[in-house]
């Protein structure tokens, strides 16, 4: 939502930012999270980008399988199905790192969330933020995001940039 005097955006939840690593550094820093936590598997895996039927196929295939229900409560079933997201969204490419605990059974109580250390400055080889962001605001947060210790590169997305096409038209048309 923007406010429309001064065009700053007033909901920074909807914000996206874009963050990218690489495979070696979210194995580094999964190193580091084992050992802290050796009663959880860490994860690394990449997206299936599915129709929604197919989303729906899989959970319908895992259910009707000899685990049934429980195969959600297994290690591999909870990893495959947070790997698994529409196909709308196929153009972030996205890769999960995922802490999954060993023995949580589906009658217990939900784990407590677990924080883990993580220094933006060495798995991060760069950060954009929200194409959609004034320039005043994208300052801000750059500014933020340094006063927060990040000292990484900072690139624009671009990827909404206004384009001014000319386009050379060769044949005469009738009117409509």
Known sequence: MLDKATRRNLEFAGEGVTVTTTVDR???ASEGWHTEGSDAHVILGAVSYL???EIGQRIANACNS???PGFFCSVQGRAESLLWKRDYFAH??????LLIGRDWKHVTPRPDVRTVKFDANEYFTRISFDP???PFEVKERTAALRDAGYSGEILPDESYQ?????IVMTKDWADP
């Not at 972030?92 to 790192?97: A, G, K, P, S």
């Open 26 to 28: 979210l194995l580094a």
């Open 51 to 53: 129709p929604d039927a």
């Open 66 to 68: 000899p685990r049934g």
């Open 92 to 97: 972030e490419h996205e890769v999960r790192l």
């Open 132 to 134: 959609r962001l004034e």
């Open 162 to 166: 206004k384009v001014l096409y000319q």
